[in-house]
């Protein structure tokens, strides 16, 4: 996808789907004598179905209670009772896509308040309206650009000095090393400052706030400060200290600045998101405002692209021909060349190495060679389609909604499952089998954003505003590990679903540098 095109055309496209639906939901008259709720059952009172819910996503193959589910009801959609409330389950790819085009409209996304409290209320996440959309773009020019040479350098040298750091010969938790490279990277991107003393203080708290959220809080928990969720609220208040010390010098910074209109050097080097945060808006946001847009940034990239990188190693490792076709001289078949659009015939089919070859040993990747890694975007987006890290998002109905022979009550909670439709036979061919070749037949896969059945980053209004630099980071990273190192499991490792989607043991591999490699 290209990076300065793709956003705003989505945008567009997501903003006439959004007009077609206020017609489609509120404009039409609704038969409400016939409607009625989507089937299903709510299960044991009080908890409903959750505990099933719960222990089908703590299984390797959490699919059959939606598998279950659909088969019995005999519909994409239907009526279950998780978490304390009923929900309305989708997973119907037409009715998501409503669902994402509508937001701000027929439906708002709806976090539980343990969420909310420890996002900050001026979180992008829950900003609402005229204020949510002037913040989305600009996150999305910010974020979406990452071609812009000095964000790009930054993700070379980061990720490369993370490796330095292993030995030759190193067992280490991949997931904790991306778990690190992606915390440094985020703070680089935000407030332009290097790992050191500052972040390791910072990552200290941060990695207490994060485990917050996936804590079960009980009522008064915030008043307890023993507990998970109780520490999260004191770790939160650190970062948001450290956040808006650095926010604040930058305010006087600025000042400054403008009497004294320093060298243009020093300006290209803190054009990062803070410095878009004091221009925007003739400089009106408050600190605290600024404050909780940059903690939300840093919650919402961290697990995510973390896994996604660790993930993507675990699939490539257990699918030894994709490995390969990443990595070293690989021979086609000529009709196979065919189907694989955009590689050029009459040079060697392995992406990485020759990229390597074509650079020399010590270049920092360009913008023009994240361009040229086409199987990597294959491996990718297989990744994403089966991990599901985000497997779904909630919405809540502001307005009784139509859908086929269903009206959703005004209020309902509605949760529109992504690996629902990612998993489903009827749109991908063995679709629980992880097969990166799937997407180079792109006349196959070609209409499978816009018709909603893919959709790893969400969609419409709330569309990740992370999608391209979470893509980025993680080919970057793919190149310097397969360019440099060989590697097995240290142990076995199992993915697992619940709080969120990552391996249990967080992927320990034994690592060796490879002999001609740089280091
Ligand atoms: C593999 C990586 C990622 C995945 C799968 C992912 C997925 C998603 C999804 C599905 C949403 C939509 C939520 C909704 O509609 O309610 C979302 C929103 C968001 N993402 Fe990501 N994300 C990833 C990486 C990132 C990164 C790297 C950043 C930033 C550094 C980021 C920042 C955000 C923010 C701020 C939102 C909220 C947007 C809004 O509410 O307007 N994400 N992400
Ligand atoms: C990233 O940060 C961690 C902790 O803050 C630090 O230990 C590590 O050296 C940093 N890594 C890189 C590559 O700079
Ligand atoms: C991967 O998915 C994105 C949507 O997230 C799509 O635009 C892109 O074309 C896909 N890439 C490939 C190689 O199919």
Redesign the pocket.
Known sequence: MDASGAPPLLLAAAAFAAAALVWLFVARPSRRGSARLPPGSTGLPLIGETLRLISAYKTPNPEPFIDERVARHGSGVFTTHVFGERTVFSADPAFNRLLLAAEGRAVDCSYPSSITTLLGPHSLLLTRGPAHKRLHSLTLTRLGRPASPPLLAHIDR????????WEPAATVRLLDEAK??T??LTVKQLVSI???PW??S???EYVKLIDGFFSIPFPFAHLLPFTTYGQALKARKKVAGALREVISRRMDEKLVDRAADSGEDEKIEKKDMVQELLEAEDGSFSVEEMVDFCLSLLVAGYETTSVLMTLAVKFLTETPTALAQLKVPYSFPVLYLEVCQGYPTNQPKEEHENIRDIKGKNQPLEWSDYKSMPFTQCVINETLRVANLISGVFRRANTDIQFKDYIIPKGCKIFASFRAVHLNTEHYENARTFDPWRWQSKNKLQNAVGASLFTPFGGGPRLCPGYELARVVVSVFLHHLVTRFSWEEAEEDRIVFFPTTRTLKGYPINLRRRPNSVA
């Open positions: 980061l990720i490369l000095a993370t490796m330095r750091d690190k490279v915390f440094n290097d790992p050191g972040t390791e910072v990552r200290r």
